[in-house]
T-cell receptor, first 110, second 114 residues
């Protein structure tokens, strides 16, 4: 079963705008990761935030984590058409496996 | 590094046939994961291995599914007999004991069972 639920399920924005996706989860975690999946491809790891961190940046990506609310957000700034993809959050507990959310389909219009 | 390699990329088979999906993880990675992705159920973990040993196969849907990892550089996922509801994209991913459990995914095998 999926632990994470992403919101919104689909998001359409203009190139240059910021895109924000949210993820909620149910159980305690060691870390939370975000992955991108382009159509017809495998998932690609984007960024990881540990449970004792609140915010992390990587290039145009900003991730926040609120363990009290069991939620995370992914912000993509200055979006580009190439950012069009599905974005998944994944949580990791004490074991090695990841539990993936249902994903947000992002469309960036040129 | 070539990344995780999966074959075949596409497989079309008839109901009742045996299907074998193959995966070569990234060299040096000691964890290997098999996932199934469908529109209805999203991305589901089927089974994962550590140092070639199956650790958790609770996600394997039925006895028709089996997975092996005979050595550190090769794994198979077999479905026998296949059914139309097995149609999905199957991903293999690998990771290393170092780091924070990031996983590296292969391109997937799109399976269609008619």
């Amino acid at each position: 079963s999926q632990q994470g639920e992403e919101d919104p399920q689909a998001l359409s924005i203009q190139e240059g705008e910021n895109a924000t996706m949210n993820c909620s989860y149910k159980t305690s975690i060691n870390n939370l990761q975000w992955y991108r999946q382009n159509s017809g491809r495998g998932l690609v790891h984007l960024i990881l935030i540990r449970s004792n961190e609140r915010e992390k940046h990587s290039g145009r990506l900003r991730v926040t984590l609120d363990t009290s609310k069991k939620s995370s957000s992914l912000l993509i700034t200055a979006s580009r058409a190439a950012d069009t993809a599905s974005y998944f959050c994944a949580t990791s507990g004490s074991a090695r496996q990841l539990t993936f959310g249902s994903g947000t389909q992002l469309t960036v219009l040129p | 590094d070539a990344g995780v390699i999966q074959s075949p990329r596409h497989e079309v088979t008839e109901m009742g046939q045996e299907v074998t999906l193959r995966c070569k993880p990234i060299s040096g990675h000691d964890y290997l994961f098999w996932y199934r992705q469908t529109m209805m159920r999203g991305l589901e973990l089927l089974i994962y291995f550590n140092n070639n040993v199956p650790i958790d196969d609770s996600g394997m849907p039925e006895d028709r599914f089996s997975a092996k990892m005979p050595n550190a550089s090769f794994s198979t996922l077999k479905i026998q007999p296949s059914e139309p509801r097995d149609s999905a994209v199957y991903f293999c991913a690998s990771s290393t004991r170092q780091g924070d459990y990031e996983q590296y995914f292969g391109p997937g095998t799109r399976l269609t069972v008619t």
